[in-house]
């Protein structure tokens, strides 16, 4: 750009690069684990489990009192024995549905032998991959505790050490933990991992695509070597290559428990795609949907693919005087507490109004569960693979509830977005939707076709239908009237000194966003334009093949030597000789 490499050049150069690809990307048609066959006379209620009656009170007192899919599977088969795969969509009830056979089975077996709780000995071993999610799960067995008369400790890093220590140094029965916290407390020799009996990996699809495989690897490792070796329950929410690479080479004999609408959107919530227009801003697109919120006094979360794009919504909506928090993880852990204390409206923020907004990267999407209810969750920034959206639609119509979701599509999501919302209005699984439209055809219906992997005529025809029917390259103009500068053939007139003189904080990092708004409607626009060059050269070609005058058609190195010809005849001799310039022999 025609200004020098300063610090504010650098930082613009931040907010053109590209969202980083957040969450797993998943792999099509994994298949992890020997399908677990279910008796016909599935329970249909807590009483038809046979749970311990000092559990069926802790049920009661909580206020559950039907079970969901996923837990009327694997209660009974859990307590059956055997390792298990939990497989089923956000907001089911994963954490209830291992919680409750392994507490069953930890008081049934107190009472047949008659063993007590011992110091720094869990029986029971809970991995999940946040802070968050730990505490969310430790929260969920305490409510338990009173009835069932267990005791469950957590172990993260909002807390230290020795103050964890101290909890495990009395009796405990079961300890959840990130991975990392337990492997320094089994180092420091705070907690003594030879009688666990049942290993609960949470979030299991998480845990081995971003960078915990090798501490749960070698967890697993200790407890397998015990006699007996404990019982595993592996829980996800979608399959992934890792899960199946521990799921081969540690665990054999896994079983998998699969709900009806695994890698399906929750069925309660509504899905819109609300394309943007050419030439329009996503920002006041998202205002007028906050507005309409607002109006219906609902709660809102709205999803962004970077902490800069979070800040940004953060800051346009503060200074519109909407009530909003935000949550990511360059905020500190009682900064994110705090957000999400004020978002439920708890007695914390008693003396303003309980913010209705909250504006979160995808740190938000897995695992939490919000206190009270989401009503519409918004895709500012649109994810980069289907499974990070099915994991933002989880947020809402949790536990049989209705809601809400609005993606905001761009461009560069268009193709992404119509196949998510081709499998949406079909019914279809999203874990193999990709960017082209197209799902993975299954291997026995390639083999029908009398070749494998092959795609038949049908499949070719099957188009996936446009979200918009508008032409996309006529109507893009470009236009510019900008709000800040002017741009001549993508560079800034105005030198981002003037720009930026004055500001600071906030407004100096606001106005660095708008500029590269600028700067990428410049590039979609001209994009378009040579998108549009492109289908009249292929028109044009079309036209000259049907009256007979088709054109050359030159290799690769045969049009590049043309090039070069054509440079050449027109340049002097004496440039391309030596390395003077014209009239030979110079110094330069």
Avoid at 217 to 226: A, D, E, N, P, V
Wanted: aromatic share 6%; proline share 6%; glycine share 8%.
């Amino acid at each position: 750009m025609a200004c020098r490499p300063t610090v504010d050049r650098l930082l613009l150069q931040q907010h053109l690069q590209p969202a980083p690809r957040l969450g797993v990307a998943c792999s099509a048609g994994l298949q992890i684990g020997k399908p677990y066959t279910a008796p016909a006379d599935r329970p249909v209620s807590f009483e038809e489990m046979g749970l311990i009656p000092t559990l069926m009170d802790a049920l009661r007192a909580a206020g559950f009192s039907k079970p969901t899919e996923i837990q009327s599977m694997s209660v009974p088969a859990i307590v059956s024995g055997g390792d298990f795969l939990l497989c089923s969509q956000t907001g089911s009830g994963k954490t209830m549905a291992y919680l409750l056979p392994v507490v069953h089975m930890l008081k049934q077996r107190e009472q047949e032998e008659g063993y007590m709780r011992r110091a720094k000995r869990p029986k029971i071993v809970v991995l999940a991959p946040t802070k968050e999610l730990t505490e969310q799960i430790a929260s969920v067995a305490k409510s338990l505790c009173h009835h069932a008369k267990f005791r469950a400790v957590c172990c993260n890093a909002n807390t230290g050490l020795s103050q964890q220590a101290q909890k495990m140094a009395g009796p405990v029965d079961m300890v959840v933990a990130t991975p990392q916290r337990l492997l320094q407390h089994q180092a420091a020799g705070n907690v003594a991992l030879g009688d666990v009996q049942w290993l609960v990996i949470d979030e299991a699809d998480t845990m081995f695509d971003q960078g915990f495989g090798e501490d749960v690897t070698k967890l697993l490792g200790i407890l397998q070597k015990k006699q007996p070796p404990v019982q595993v329950v592996l829980v996800s929410a979608t399959m992934t290559k890792g899960v199946k690479r521990l799921a081969d080479a540690q665990l054999p004999n896994l079983l998998r428990l699969e709900a009806s609408g695994f890698h399906k959107p929750t069925a309660g919530a509504r899905q819109e795609f609300r394309v943007l227009p050419p030439g329009g801003d996503k920002l006041t697109m998202l205002l007028e949907l906050l507005q309409a919120d607002l109006a219906k006094r609902r709660k809102v979360l709205v999803f962004c693919g970077s902490l800069d794009s979070c800040r940004a919504v953060e800051h346009t909506c503060a200074d519109r005087d909407l009530p909003v928090v935000c949550y990511h993880g360059d905020m500190p852990i009682a900064a994110r507490k705090e957000s999400m204390a004020l978002f439920a409206g708890s007695a914390s923020a008693a003396d303003a109004d309980a913010p209705s907004i909250m504006v979160a990267t995808d740190l938000a999407a897995r695992g939490l569960d919000f206190p009270g209810s989401i009503d519409h969750v918004i895709n500012f920034d649109f994810p980069s693979n289907a499974i990070d959206y099915l994991h933002r639609c989880g947020r809402t119509a949790r536990a049989g509830a209705k809601g809400l979701v609005t993606s905001l599509v761009g461009p560069r999501d268009r193709r992404l977005a119509t196949a998510i919302q081709y499998a949406v209005d079909k019914g279809l699984p999203l874990d193999q939707v990709t960017a082209s439209g197209a799902q993975a055809q299954p291997a026995a219906a390639a083999a029908k076709q009398g070749r494998p992997g092959a795609r038949g005529k049908e499949q070719q025809q099957q188009r996936v239908p446009n979200i918009s029917s508008r032409p996309e390259v006529q109507q893009v103009k470009w236009n510019p009237e900008h709000k800040f500068l002017h741009l001549r053939n993508g560079e800034p007139i105005v030198p981002f000194k003037d720009l930026l003189k004055g500001k600071t904080g906030d407004e100096r990092k606001k106005l660095l966003y708008e500029i590269a708004m600028d700067v990428k409607e410049w590039r979609r626009w001209r994009h378009a334009k040579a998108v549009a060059r492109a289908s009249k050269r292929r028109e044009k070609t079309g036209r000259d093949m049907a009256a007979g005058k088709a054109p050359p058609r030159y290799e690769p190195e045969e049009r590049w030597q043309q090039k070069i010809k054509k440079k050449r005849d027109r340049a002097a001799p004496s440039e391309w000789q030596g390395r003077g310039r014209r009239g030979g022999g110079g110094k330069y």
